[in-house]
């Protein structure tokens, strides 16, 4: 073969060989480089779907203005404050409905007692737990199956005589009402009625400073005083439309009730029912013709729900009991028994609370002192 075939095969050999070594080391450089390119189009649908997330934290905010609905996880970034532990939170978070609103999960067997404690000089007692406390219903001791001491919201009904006797009371008592409500837990849901010879709702549930003050100024002194049946008809509006468990009714009077389709006795028992509110009442009584009966009734209403009577000597003295209640109810101990006795055997059932720890000679419970069993709200047994 003649010598420059040789050095042309020769030549052709080395070019096939460095194409060949090129190949196999450029290969890898080249997928590396098409996988980070493609990178950013698998990614954008993730960035572009953030924006589309942001309302949902916004939802579940009323007019009246609870809480928005906490996320499901918490933020990427860390917090100043150290975050719960995980079980606590869950806790919590099985404490909340779906507006963000603290509320107890009780079981469905469970009756739940709403306690207030003094000492013998009548100091509210706040440092008990659950071993102080026994719980009798018909005489029978129970088992205690929760309990709870935290300040927790509450459903409560203002309700407020506006008949012609409280024409130039009105102004103070209303006062008292807005500084009962600037006194208790800020994310209570308050309604207002107010009554003559009849009864209206003249705002509903909120917490709404400007707009309580509103539905309370709405002032028609006139008429006489259906206590009884605002008192039953506020006490059904909680029933049926409250979203939390623990409810109150804080009533203001003048006057005897002499205005009612219902007897004091038929109220009485409705209120009664099962998970009823208990009732702080406010008589301003003073040159009342028949300030006896007037005192009965709200002594008897208040003390079978488990609240207070007062009886002021003059109208200056309605703000501070105001603020006294509020004081009561955001101290108070939830405590919770399944009755021995069925609830589905019905009737009147007593109930009884006592507290003893070391440190107190003498301790008295304030609750309820008996309830209706069985008796459902009317918008569950609807359903």
Do not use: C
Request: hydrophobic letters at 35%.
């Amino acid at each position: 073969m003649p010598e420059r075939d040789i050095t042309r095969l020769r030549n052709s050999a080395a070019t096939v060989l460095f194409l060949l070594l090129f190949v196999i080391w450029a290969g890898p450089q080249v997928a590396s480089s098409a996988r980070a390119q493609s990178a950013p189009s698998q990614s954008a649908p993730t960035q572009s779907a953030s924006p589309q997330n942001t309302p949902s934290q916004s939802e579940g905010k009323s007019a009246a203005g609870p809480p928005a609905t906490l996320p499901a996880t918490p933020p990427a970034a860390p917090t100043l404050a150290p975050q719960e532990p995980q079980d606590k939170q869950d806790k919590q978070d099985k404490n909340l409905n779906d507006q963000g609103v603290f509320v107890f999960r009780k079981d469905v067997d469970e009756v739940l007692l709403h306690a207030t404690v003094q000492d013998d000089k009548q100091h509210i007692v706040t440092t008990l737990d659950r071993s102080a406390f026994t719980v009798f219903e018909d005489g029978k001791q129970q088992n205690i199956i929760s309990f709870h001491h935290e300040d927790i919201p509450v459903a409560m009904g203002i309700v407020i005589d506006n008949s012609g006797s409280m024409r130039e009371k009105r102004n103070k008592v209303n006062q008292a009402a807005l500084n009962l409500v600037r006194s208790s837990n800020p994310k209570d849901e308050v309604f207002v009625v107010n009554f003559n010879d009849e009864y209206y709702l003249d705002r509903d549930f909120t917490n709404d400073l400007l707009l309580l003050k509103e539905a309370l100024e709405k002032i028609d002194a006139r008429g006489g005083t259906a206590l009884y049946d605002a008192v039953v008809a506020s006490g059904e509006h909680l029933k049926r439309n409250a979203r939390l468990d623990k409810k109150v009714l804080f009533v203001v009077t003048d006057g005897e009730d002499n205005a009612s389709n219902e007897t004091l006795e038929q109220a009485v028992k409705q209120l009664q029912e099962e998970n009823g509110p208990s009732v702080y009442a406010i008589g301003i009584l003073g040159d009342e013709e028949h300030p006896k009966r007037a005192k009965r009734a709200l002594e008897v209403i208040a003390q079978r729900t488990g609240g207070i009577a007062f009886f002021p000597k003059t109208l200056d003295e309605v703000d501070e009991i105001s603020r006294t209640v509020a004081r009561d109810i955001r101290n108070q101990y939830s405590i919770g028994y399944k009755p021995t006795n069925p609830r589905g055997a019905g009737g009147f059932r007593q109930v009884r609370v006592e507290a003893k720890a070391k440190g107190h000679s003498k301790m008295t419970v304030r609750t309820k002192s008996g309830y209706y069993a069985g008796a459902q709200p009317a918008a569950a047994a609807s359903k």
